[in-house]
C-alpha cells in the first residue's frame, strides 16, 4: 500500500514538473508586434502610435520597415507605394506631407527611433526592404540604417532583418556586433550561421516544411522567429517547440497566452 501510495505521489510529482517546464518554456518566449500594435488599438500600421501601444502592452519588440526616398530620407511604411505616392522616387519634401488616417505624418526612421529609446523594454526590430530600383540601392539603404542607428545612440535597442541576404550581410560588414535576422526563408541553418547572422526569421510555413531547421538552429546557437503568426493552435505549435520570437498581428493574444 506504502509503495502504491509512493508511486503514485512520485507521478504526480513527475506530472506538476513537467507542466511547470511547459509554462516556463511558454512564459521565456518573446511577442513581436508586426508593424506595432495596429488590429486591436485603431492606430495605422507602422507608425508611432503603432509602436506606443506595443511599448504600452509590453511586446519584446515591434517590427516596421524602411525604404529610402528619392533625396536618401528614410521613412516607415510596408509597401513600396502610400497613397498612390511611390516612395523611392519621391523627395522627403513630398512623402511629410503625407498624412496618415489618425493625422500622423508619414514617420521618418530618424522619429521612429527616437520615440523607441525614450524607454528600454521593447526591442525596435528594424526591417530593411529590398528597394524596387536594384541591388545597389538596397545595400545604400542598409548603410544609411545602420548610420541613423548610431546617429540616434538605439543600437542596443535595435534588431535588422531583411529579405535580401546581402543586405544583411553588409549590415554585419557595417557593425559586426549587430543583431541580424534573414526573412526568405531559403537558407538552412548551416549556412546562416556560417555567415554570422543572429538568427532565422521565417514564415511559419517555412518551419512546418523543415521542422528539423528548427532543432538545428537551435544546436547552433541561432535564434528563431516565425511571422506572421496569429492562429492561437499555431502559437501554441511554436511555444511547444520553444522558439525564440513569435511575430505576430495579435500581440495581446499572444501575450495572454505566454504570461
Not at 500500500?1 to 509512493?6: A, D, F, N
Not at 540601392?137 to 544609411?144: G, M, P, Y
Amino acid at each position: 500500500m506504502k509503495r502504491t501510495l509512493l508511486i503514485a505521489a512520485l507521478g504526480l510529482t513527475t506530472l506538476a514538473f513537467l507542466q511547470s517546464m511547459i509554462a516556463t518554456k511558454k512564459k521565456t518566449n518573446k511577442v513581436i508586434a508586426h508593424r506595432g500594435a495596429w488590429k486591436n488599438t485603431g492606430a495605422p500600421q507602422n507608425t508611432i502610435a503603432s509602436l506606443q501601444h506595443a511599448i504600452k502592452l509590453g511586446c519584446y519588440g515591434s517590427e516596421f520597415d524602411v525604404h529610402m526616398s528619392a533625396d536618401s530620407v528614410l521613412v516607415i511604411n510596408h509597401d513600396h507605394t502610400i497613397q498612390g505616392v511611390a516612395l523611392e522616387t519621391t523627395p522627403a519634401a513630398q512623402l511629410s506631407a503625407i498624412k496618415l488616417s489618425n493625422g500622423e505624418p508619414l514617420p521618418t526612421l530618424e522619429a521612429y527611433l527616437n520615440e523607441g529609446k525614450k524607454q528600454k523594454r521593447t526591442r525596435l526590430i528594424l526591417e530593411i526592404k529590398a528597394s524596387q530600383l536594384g541591388k545597389e540601392r538596397s545595400l545604400a539603404l542598409a548603410q544609411k540604417c545602420v548610420e541613423m542607428v548610431r546617429k540616434t545612440k538605439t543600437r542596443s535597442l535595435v534588431d535588422y532583418i531583411s529579405f535580401d541576404y546581402d543586405v544583411c550581410k553588409k549590415v554585419k560588414e557595417l557593425d559586426p556586433a549587430a543583431q541580424v535576422a534573414y526573412l526568405n526563408g531559403d537558407k538552412t541553418p548551416e549556412q546562416v550561421a556560417a555567415d554570422g547572422l543572429y538568427g532565422l526569421d521565417y514564415h511559419y510555413s517555412v518551419y512546418k516544411k523543415n521542422e528539423n531547421w528548427i532543432k538545428e538552429a537551435q544546436q547552433k546557437g541561432l535564434t528563431l522567429n516565425a511571422w506572421t503568426v496569429n492562429d492561437r493552435s499555431l502559437m501554441d505549435w511554436f511555444l511547444e517547440r520553444n522558439v525564440d520570437f513569435i511575430t505576430t498581428d495579435q500581440p495581446e493574444l499572444l501575450l495572454e497566452i505566454t504570461q
